[in-house]
Each structure stands twice: as C-alpha cells, then as structure tokens.
C-alpha cells in the first residue's frame, strides 16, 4: 500500500512538473491554459449567430523588464487539399472577410492567468496570410503594444494573457453561405515575439508552455491535419526573431 500511495505521489509531483514547464505558448478554447481552456471545439454549423474564441497566453523562461509589445504568429492548416471558404478571412473578396477579429481584452473570468499590459495593450491582424505554407493553410501575423509610459517587467513562472482570437459563425448557413465549416482543421500558435522598445532583441517564444499540447488547438477534432507539409497539430516551424521596429513594420 505504501508502495502504491509513493508511485502515486510521484506520478502526481511528474503532473505538476510537466503542466508549469514553460517558457513557450498556449493555445485554447475560451479561456487560458492554467483557467482549463479547452483543445478541441465541436460546432454543429448550424447557425449563423455566436462567436468561438481562442486565447493566447505565454510564459517567459527569465526575466524582461520594460516590455513594450509582442508580435503573434497563429498557423491555421485544415484537412482537405485547400482552405475552405469558411476560413478565408480580412483580404478583400474572401468569403468571411469580417469574421476574424483579435482584441487584448482579458476575461473578467480570468483566474490562473495575467494581462501582461494591464489593460492597456492596442493593436491588431496585420496580415492574414491565406496559402502562406500551403493550398490548405493560413497565417495570422499580429501586434500588440502599450505607450513607453506602459511598459511592464515581466517574470517566469506567470501565464500571461496575450489576445482573444475570435472567429464568429457568420454565412456558416443559408444564402450566401461558405462552405468548409465541417472541415477539421489545426491551429497552431506558431510563436510570440516579447519585446523591449529598440534597437532591443526581444524573446521569441515557441513551442507548448506546458511541454506537450499548450500550443495548439484543433476545429472539429483536427488533430494530425498538415500544416506546412507537416503532420501534427503541434508542428508548425517556428518564425524568425525580430525587432519591435520589424513589428511596427506591419501596419506601415
């Protein structure tokens, strides 16, 4: 009996471990990783009214003081040899062109996480990438930034809230309807650039914050879809560092 109780300490001691691994990302359903955000979401395609959100946190292995601004890159890849319509988002004369949205509002529900900006981060989609790493997939490159006067110290072992990605159920059905909202698809929080104002190099996070699933999160059970020639939900290549002058460079 004392052998069994042991192993199941031990078993739990590994739990804790591996769910606080960080530094990297997370990736869920309605709420923060540490709030029980969820991998998978289901959707009947049934209705055109109601909104699914994604909630992107991060955690830093060492300390940054003074940052200013991140840079988020989401890889989304869907089962099938192109993007549908359903998931063709912001350009000009795509199906849903107003569907995705991003803001860096936390939840008043937020528990386990904390809004690195405190409130006052300001940005958006810079670019949303269709076939950026395939016919079937999609990048979203993103912003967010605070004024000089708001520039926060950040430390490891805190899950910080980064951006709600909310994606809402509009022409899902009846005329004037795109098709595609029934297909499995991957989306992976590819990386997150945590910078310091210039000509600083910020810390470029990838890869889960929990060591095995934290960075993604799959539509209609997508997991195993290709992203990027790739199998794996998780398996998107990371980007490359970049400066906060390089991020301010999307909205020029």
């Not at 052998?3 to 997370?26: D, N």
């Not at 709030?35 to 055109?48: E, H, I, P, R, T």
């Not at 930034?145 to 994606?167: C, H, K, Q, R, W």
């Not at 890869?207 to 095995?212: A, E, Y």
């Amino acid at each position: 009996m004392k052998r069994v109780t042991l192993l199941c300490g031990l078993l739990l001691a590994l739990t804790a471990t591996v769910a606080a691994a960080g530094p990297g990302v997370g990736l869920h359903w309605n709420a923060c990783l540490g709030d029980g955000g969820l991998v998978n979401k289901n959707f009947a395609c049934n209705s055109n009214t109601g909104t699914n959100t994604l909630v992107g946190t991060f955690e830093l292995g060492t300390n940054l003081p003074g940052v200013v601004g991140t840079e988020i890159v989401v890889d989304i890849g869907s089962a099938g040899a192109s993007l549908p319509a359903w998931w063709a988002f912001k350009n000009v004369g795509t199906c849903r062109s107003a569907s995705l949205t991003l803001n860096s509002t936390i939840a008043a529900t937020a528990v386990n996480c904390a809004d690195w900006a405190n409130g006052a981060a300001a940005g958006g989609i810079g670019a949303y990438n269709i076939g950026a790493r395939g016919p079937n997939t999609a990048r979203m490159v993103a912003a967010l930034a605070v004024a000089a006067d708001g520039a926060a110290d950040l430390s490891p072992g805190t899950e910080y809230f980064s951006f709600n990605m909310n994606i809402n159920n509009a022409k899902t059905v009846g005329t004037g309807s795109c098709a595609g909202c029934q297909t499995a698809v991957c989306i992976v929080f590819n990386s997150i650039n945590v910078v310091p104002p210039a000509p600083a190099v910020g810390i470029k996070l990838t890869g889960p914050s929990n060591g095995f699933d934290a960075d993604f999160a799959t539509w209609q059970g997508g997991a195993g879809v290709v992203v990027g020639g790739v199998t794996g939900c998780g398996a998107a290549t990371p980007t490359s560092n970049k400066t906060w002058g390089a991020v301010k460079s999307l909205y020029r």
